[in-house]
């Protein structure tokens, strides 16, 4: 570099123009050296910066302010050296004031030249730093012991992967003392099993380390050869020379890891047996090709009734063993779930490879047929459900076939098959109509779409005694509906109780405004109830409301038993039949005779009716096996104290063989059709005899 480039203007005479700009300049020591770094001009500043007047220093080698390990290392020459080299150079470091205190200077030195091209002195200006020094050591000691002390793994590696530094935590987590630690390649810690292990070499050994991916998680490999699993947060970082480096923090979350691992897998897998739950059955399944698959939805028959009689316990291991089993013994490549408490479904990925449906479900099902030994009970066998479903398709989904093989079991366990049932078209078509009609159903509940038909029932003279409400469904497009239709869709809805209890109300409202008979007796309304049994708390509720709101008489109120409401009945059901037999109502089984109970049972409960089926009615006139049986179900009946009504009467010879036998009542198309509400009425108003002409 040429001399004569610098100064502007500090060449003519350089001295002077310091001087002046050095007096206008307090906070700077401004002043000159000879060629052999003797003062020779001092201002105000550097008075004040060092305590030492001009006339003491000036004539004096400017070494006077350097610490003598600074002399003796001849550092004050070395900095003209470098200025006379380059022109000018910047130092930092501490000097001594006259009064031997220090302070920290920042120095410029520039070198003057003559226009000859002669060395002939240098200019300095020097400032006090000592404030902005202390502040900086602080922090930067503060820093380093952060960097100390911090539990966290830090390190700081150099472009090509080395590392520069790291602290104790780092080495603690990697298990190296800092001495093995210094020097080591970035790639030293990593695991053989991480995948991006080879491109992390690549790229340091290229010097061109990644510089994006903050955050990243990464398989560590510990000097014992554990493996770890870090976080790491990567910082690409300039230093003042220009050279690039990374810092590198590092956290442990194998352990964090571990947990979230296991909340998953609890999520998605049930705690008693360790079978996978509905929700992973998606996740394993998410990207198998299920055509040529089978669903199997498994039901344990009765197991709520094994879990009462032998207590949760026993349950819980009956459980655990069939999973058990499923578990172990299937082929390899099936899946087993726990759907819900006794529900478990198998996939079989290949039916035909694994022998065909039937082979599939014997497998199955003789695997959960198997006795089971329970630790302080005898051995129980158990049966089970199965529905099945098969993909014939790639396209169908998991859902439509569990849906399916969910329909399929539904059907074995309503008695329809045995066994098992595979899903077929038809079945999943009755299933979605089974779906719309339970919600259509659900709706015309609510809005009171229900009509109530009556069928009077009748004494031996024809007078009517009472009346049977019969319901009917108007549905908007399919017209009138039968009870025998929509009955079993209610029932599989869940919605049969609703059922009874708007029957109920709305009969005994109609009932209140029927006409009495000439003779002045009340006119009976005889109810079904199909869900709501004497047992239900809900009954006597819903009788007081609506005997409440309608007024109607105790006495006028017939309800329909079906047999096995009594068979299950409660000490508690029986109380309220006789606390309701007490206010005046009756009770009437109905349909006798299709049921298994015995009339010596029926003397149990407070029973005054029985309605002898239609079954026995219709062949009582030509089958004399069936006439006797009435009269034998007549006369029981009668030693018992209760009266009997036979249904179904079609023809003046069945009324009359029936009457024969001692009979009292009797309902059916001989007498009069189910009847719409204003229909009954005028019925009743006329006060004729429903018995036929002649
Ligand atoms: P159910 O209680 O035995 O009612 C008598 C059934 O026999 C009625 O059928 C009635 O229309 C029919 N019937 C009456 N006379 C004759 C006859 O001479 N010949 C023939 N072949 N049939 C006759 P419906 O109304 O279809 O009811 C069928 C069943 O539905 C009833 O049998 C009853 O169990 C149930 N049900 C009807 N209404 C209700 C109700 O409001 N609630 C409940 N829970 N069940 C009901
Ligand atoms: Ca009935
Ligand atoms: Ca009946």
Not at 194 to 219: I, T
Not at 391 to 401: C, F, G, P, R, W
Not at 584 to 603: N, P
């Amino acid at each position: 570099m040429s001399g004569t480039d610098h100064g502007n203007g500090l060449r003519a005479d350089d001295e002077k123009v310091i001087g002046a700009f050095g007096s206008s300049l307090l906070e700077y020591a401004v002043y000159t050296l000879d060629p052999d770094g003797v003062v020779s001009s001092w201002n105000p500043g550097a008075e004040r910066l060092t305590g030492a007047p001009a006339d003491e220093v000036v004539g004096q080698n400017i070494s006077i302010f350097y610490t003598s390990e600074q002399n003796a290392t001849g550092y004050p020459r070395e900095l003209l050296r470098r200025a006379v080299e380059s022109g000018s150079c910047t130092d930092e470091g501490w000097r001594i004031r006259k009064d031997g205190s220090r302070f920290w200077a920042s120095v410029v030195t520039t070198a003057l030249w003559s226009s000859e091209g002669r060395l002939r002195g240098f200019a300095r200006l020097t400032r006090d730093e000592t404030d902005l020094h202390t502040q900086l050591e602080r922090s930067l000691r503060q820093f380093h012991d952060l960097f100390v002390l911090t539990p966290i793994g830090i390190g700081v590696y150099d472009r090509y992967g080395y590392l520069v530094d790291s602290n104790l935590a780092l080495c603690g987590l990697l298990g190296y003392s800092p001495e093995q630690m210094s020097g080591a390649h970035v790639t030293d810690f990593i695991h053989p099993d991480e995948p991006d292990k080879p491109n992390l070499l690549e790229s340091f050994g290229a010097g061109a380390p990644p510089g994006r991916a903050p955050v990243r998680e990464m398989k560590l490999l510990r000097s014992d050869g554990q493996q770890l699993i870090c976080e790491l947060h990567i910082a690409k970082s300039v230093r003042p020379e220009g050279d690039e480096f990374w810092m590198v923090v590092c956290q442990d979350v194998t352990e964090r890891n571990r947990r979230v691992e296991e909340w998953r897998y609890w999520a998605t897998h049930d705690e008693l047996t360790g079978l996978p739950n509905r929700r992973a059955l998606d996740q394993l399944l998410a990207n198998a090709d299920m055509s040529g698959s089978a669903m199997l939805y498994c039901d344990i028959t009765d197991f709520r009734r094994i879990n009462e009689s032998l207590g949760l316990r026993a349950g819980d291991e009956l459980l655990m063993e069939l999973a058990k089993r499923m578990r172990g013994d299937l082929p390899e490549g099936w899946i087993v779930a726990r759907l819900a408490s006794d529900e478990y479904l198998v996939v079989c990925p290949d039916v035909v490879g694994a022998g065909g449906v039937e082979t599939v479900v014997t497998l199955v099902t003789e695997l959960l047929h198997r006795t089971v030994h329970l630790r302080d009970h005898p051995p129980i066998q158990i049966a089970a459900s199965v529905g099945v479903a098969i993909a014939e398709s790639s396209d169908s989904t998991i859902d439509e076939l569990l849906r399916s093989a969910g329909a399929a079991v539904m059907e074995v366990k309503r008695g329809n098959r045995e066994r098992f049932a595979v899903a077929s078209t038809a079945l999943i078509e009755s299933m979605d109509r089974q779906v719309q009609l339970e919600s259509e159903l659900r709706t015309a509940l609510e809005n009171e779409e229900l009509a109530l038909c009556y069928q009077p029932i009748v004494d031996g003279d024809g007078v009517i005694r009472a009346a049977e409400a019969l319901v009917r469904w108007w549905h908007p497009e399919r017209g009138k509906l039968t009870p025998g239709f929509f009955l079993p869709v209610a029932e599989r809805g869940g919605l049969l109780r609703k059922l009874d209890r708007c029957v109920l109300r709305s009969a005994l409202r109609e009932a209140v405004t029927w006409p009495p008979r000439a003779d002045g007796g009340a006119v009976r309304a005889s109810i079904n109830l199909g869900a709501l049994s004497p047992g239900d708390p809900e009954l006597i509720d819903v009788l007081d409301e609506a005997v409440a709101e309608t007024g109607i008489d105790w006495g006028r109120i017939v309800l329909e038993l079906v047999e096995t409401s009594l068979i299950n009945l409660s000490a508690r059901g029986l109380e309220v039949m006789s606390e309701l037999t007490e206010r005046g109502v009756r009770f009437a089984v109905d349909d006798f005779g299709t049921g298994y109970s015995s009339l010596a049972r029926l003397k149990e409960f407070p029973i005054e009716i029985i309605k002898v089926d239609r079954g026995f009615v219709a062949e009582v006139a030509r089958d004399s096996t069936d006439l006797h049986v009435v009269r034998a179900i007549v006369d029981l009946a009668t030693a018992i104290g209760c009266r009997c009504t036979a249904e179904g009467v079609e023809t003046p010879e069945q009324f009359e063989a029936l009457r024969g036998v001692g009979v009292l009542s009797y309902q059916g198309w001989l007498f009069s059709y189910p009847v719409r509400a204003g229909e009954l009425r005028s019925l009743l108003e006329s006060g004729s005899s429903c018995l036929p002409e002649g």
